[in-house]
């Protein structure tokens, strides 16, 4: 008989509202104030928000015009991507001295594999502790933890403490936890699919569980296979180092439809500001740009560019994409829906000392 594997010891770490923590300790006129890192000029984006700011309804990935209406005592600040990234590298050399097994998600949070770890300790509980120790006397930041046998348990769990604190899921509370949690609560089930299963009448992990897996991959194709797996709090995804996502996307859906070149490239500005800023938090570059237009009918189109050189700068994917715009010339009609898409994605560190993609 073969020996079994042993059951896998996952910590999730984020670093707590990450960006705006990193300038409330640089700025210490910061601190204790509603703190949003992004631009707050009218088309602007919300890359960050302090827990200050979240009080008041403050969210990443909004615009900042809705951000300022919900807090009008807000206070702006540009994002400082070299800095956050030599904050994240501090963090990522601490986790280092415990396991090699590190699959960062971005530069705030990441994975790790801590079942055989560097110290030898048995407990990932205290492993945890340490880290976060360790974080705060090196950055004077905090960061959160969950702690599981899966990356999906770990995730959630990380949830449940912030900030400054961690939570543990054991093997035999899983499935039980996973029950009585909403389905919108669920890590990989976004708000459209979250709408969906409630329309199904499934709105909590237990309605989940009740359905056969064959029923959910009917509805839900190949995605229902890992909803029946989470549903009995089941992930045997690896914690695989170096990860890198294929692709980021974001997209807009309008209250009235846009008719002119000049509304399009309004309304896709947003997407473009976050998709970007997505690439600068995980240290990545992209070669493939890709427009979505959803018509007033429904009828959805892509048009895509890809370049044989990552793409150098914000301004060089906004003129890439405002072509790929003027390509849908003249509009057949309205449009309800624009998104933007990055594909082709490596890591920054890959490409240095290679030409760069300036302009076309």
Avoid at 343 to 356: F, K, N, Y
Wanted: proline share 6%; glycine share 8%.
């Amino acid at each position: 008989m073969e020996p079994q594997e042993p059951q896998r010891k996952i910590i999730h770490l984020d670093m707590d509202a990450f960006y705006a923590s990193v300038e409330q300790r640089d700025q210490p006129a910061l601190r204790g104030r509603p703190v949003a890192v992004g631009g707050a000029r009218q088309r602007g984006v919300v890359a960050a928000a302090s827990y200050e700011a979240r009080q008041f309804g403050v969210r990443s990935a909004m615009p900042s015009v809705t951000a300022q209406r919900l807090c009008p005592e807000l206070i702006f600040v540009k994002p400082r991507f070299e800095v956050y990234k030599a904050v994240s590298r501090q963090i990522r050399a601490i986790f280092a001295e415990y396991t090699p097994l590190i699959e960062p998600l971005s530069l705030d949070e990441a994975y790790l594999d801590v079942t055989q770890n560097l110290p030898g300790l048995a407990s990932a509980t205290q492993i945890a502790r340490e880290i976060r120790a360790k974080i705060w006397e090196q950055t004077q930041l905090t960061a959160s933890a969950g702690i599981s046998y899966n990356k999906f348990l770990a995730k959630l769990a990380s949830d449940f403490r912030k900030p400054n604190g961690q939570f543990v899921i054991r093997p035999e509370q899983g499935p039980d936890f996973v029950a009585g949690l909403d389905v919108g609560a669920f890590h990989g089930i976004g708000p459209a699919t979250a709408r969906r299963l409630n329309e199904l009448g499934i709105f909590t992990g237990r309605d989940l569980r009740s359905q056969p897996e064959a029923w959910l991959r009917q509805h839900f194709g190949k995605a229902g296979g890992y909803y029946y797996a989470i549903a009995r709090a089941e992930d045997h995804r690896p914690v695989v180092p170096d990860r890198v996502r294929k692709s980021v996307g974001s997209e807009t859906t309008f209250p009235q439809d846009l008719t002119t070149i000049e509304e399009l490239i309004d309304g896709l500005q947003p997407c473009l500001d976050e998709v970007w800023e997505y690439c600068q938090r995980a240290d990545v570059l992209a070669r493939t740009v890709t427009v979505k237009v959803k018509y007033a009918d429904f009828q959805l189109i892509t048009r895509s560019r890809t370049v044989l050189t990552p793409l150098a700068s914000a301004a060089v994917l906004v003129q890439l994409s405002h072509e790929l715009l003027r390509g849908l010339l003249p509009l057949p009609k309205g449009v309800r829906l624009l998104g933007a898409s990055l594909s082709t994605l490596e890591p920054a560190g890959a490409v240095e000392g290679r030409q760069l993609s300036f302009g076309f």
